[in-house]
């Protein structure tokens, strides 16, 4: 198993939730830590709470502004002299039904959570590729593997994030790169009241499964696991892993079971 200790690991989405817990996480090892959201006042704070600031970098990023990646990656690289892991966690979530959904929040689902992504992890993949070796770890859901109502943009983008890194693994396993998909199910964060909705606003209005899911720090810690243990997939939650089975060997049956459930 690999240590991450010593790494380089820049973290996208660090200002809240997950990527806010994994990165007062790392910081507890000896890292270099890279940490990206939108919010910058945000990152600081979460700089400020880590065990060693001095080797936190705030990198403001916004996912939707693809052509900036290139510049964003330079300057990255410049910090530290290498990345040895992305993790890509960033990204915002839906909650509406499919008759209700303007096409303008799809677009911004996959320019966002799918594009924006591909477009950093393009960017920095020559730098892996010269130095052999880079993590890329791509914080995807339970819904990139099966779907669930109120959540078909998200599904979609997500679905497509797999595809996509599936096949980096195949093409890039030649030059030491590695991808792991993270696919939590419900986590304690604010994913749900920052979802959008039909015509794109937030949801604001938290919902009981994700008050219910296991908490960010804890999915934090099998994240760490995972990268160390260089998995493929690592599925993280409660019963809703079920799904996953469900959908590979009855997915009849995961479809009752998922209607039945209400779930928004």
């Known amino acids: 198993m690999a240590s991450i200790n010593g790494k380089t690991i820049w973290v996208t989405g660090a200002s809240s939730g997950i990527g806010k817990s994994l990165v007062l996480l790392l910081s507890q090892h000896s890292c270099n830590l890279i940490i990206s959201s939108r919010n910058e006042t945000e990152l600081l704070k979460v700089r400020a709470n880590c065990k060693d600031p001095s080797k936190v970098a705030v990198l403001p990023l916004d996912l939707a502004n693809h052509d900036q990646m290139e510049v964003v990656c330079a300057s990255a690289m410049d910090i530290f002299g290498e990345v040895d892991v992305l993790v890509n966690n960033a990204g915002i ?12 929040v799809y677009k911004k689902l996959i320019d966002i959570d799918y594009l924006g992504t591909v477009a950093l992890s393009k960017a920095i993949l020559p730098y892996f590729i010269a130095q052999k070796s880079g993590h890329f770890v791509t914080v995807t859901s339970l819904m990139g593997k099966f779907g669930s109502p109120y959540r078909s943009g998200y599904c979609g983008a997500k679905h497509a994030l797999h595809g996509f890194f599936d096949v980096l693994r195949m093409e890039h396993e030649k030059d030491g790169i590695k991808v792991t998909m993270i696919c939590p199910g ?5 994913v749900a ?20 899911g296991i908490t960010p720090e804890l999915a934090a810690k099998k994240i760490i696991s995972a990268i160390e243990k260089n998995k493929f997939e690592a599925y993280i ?18 479809h009752k079971t998922v209607l039945k459930s209400q779930v928004r």
């Open 193 to 212: 009241k920052n979802a959008l909705t039909g015509d794109g606003s937030p949801q604001i209005n938290d919902d009981v499964a994700t008050q219910n």
């Open 237 to 254: 939650g409660g019963k809703e892993i079920m799904g996953i089975y469900l959908k590979r060997f009855f997915p009849k049956l995961l």
């Open 186 to 190: 419900f986590v304690q964060t604010n």
């Open 93 to 104: 979530s839906q909650r509406s039904l499919i008759m209700e959904t303007e096409l303008s």
